[in-house]
């Protein structure tokens, strides 16, 4: 006679407690750019785009959308009499998209076509050859609801919020600054556009290498006149 199996019957309850912090939310993150070392001062079409403190935290509040990034390893299937065997391949990295709120400064916009025409301009074709020099880095964290993961206590005096976890994206360049549809129809709405980056690896931070991430630091020097 076959043994008769059960299993433990789980109850909201016990949901309840397996879930911490009530959940992650997808809308509490903070994406930030390390622009590359670019001259402080790039002119297109007779647009000045200053790359300093005020672009990188524009990008902070105006960057309403951002992903955590899939984790792809390929397979190689090796065949062996009449069947398949699948071992693990190379791993490949998807481009990262955010979407940006654009205001009336246009400053956003700008740094990001100013980006794309040092490494091709929009006129002569030419541009940095060197990926050291138009490759910069991006950063997004995801963040809970209280102090610390998983808090029972309400946030601390000076507004912090936990950092759950933090991705780093080494070697980024955009390839892609979407356009904006311009219509007489549309109202009672702010317009939006995505940049597209391709990147060399990702991954994720530690907590000590998260805590001293420096995010908000202008990497441009103003050129002396």
């Not at 190689?76 to 065997?85: H, K, S, T």
Request: include cysteine; charged fraction near 20%; hydrophobic fraction near 35%.
């Amino acid at each position: 006679m076959a043994k008769e199996t059960s299993l433990e019957t789980k109850t909201l309850f016990n949901f309840q407690q397996r879930l911490k912090g009530g959940g992650a939310r997808p809308n509490l993150f903070e994406a930030s750019i390390v622009f590359p070392t670019l001259d402080a001062k790039t002119t297109i079409e007779n647009q000045t785009a200053i790359w300093d403190d005020e672009v990188q935290k524009d990008f902070n509040f105006n960057c309403k959308a951002a992903q955590l990034p899939a984790s792809n390893i390929a397979e190689i299937p090796v065949p062996f009499r009449g069947r398949i065997l699948k071992v693990a391949g190379d791993r490949t990295f998807e481009p990262w998209t955010v979407t940006i709120i654009n205001d009336e400064s246009f400053n956003l916009r700008t740094a990001f076509e100013t980006w794309m025409n040092t490494m091709n301009d929009l006129v002569t074709a030419t541009g940095n050859s060197n990926p050291s020099s138009y490759m910069g880095t991006g950063f997004v964290k995801q963040l809970g609801r209280g102090v610390k993961p998983a808090s029972t206590g309400h946030l601390s005096t000076d507004n912090k919020s936990s950092v759950l976890r933090t991705y780093k994206f080494e070697g980024i360049f955009p390839t892609e600054v979407s356009s904006i549809d311009l219509s007489y129809d549309s109202s009672d709405t702010v317009e939006e556009f995505t940049v597209t980056f391709q990147l060399q690896n990702f991954r994720v931070l530690s907590t000590q290498e998260a805590e001293s991430t420096a995010f908000n630091i202008p990497n441009i020097t103003e050129k002396s006149e």
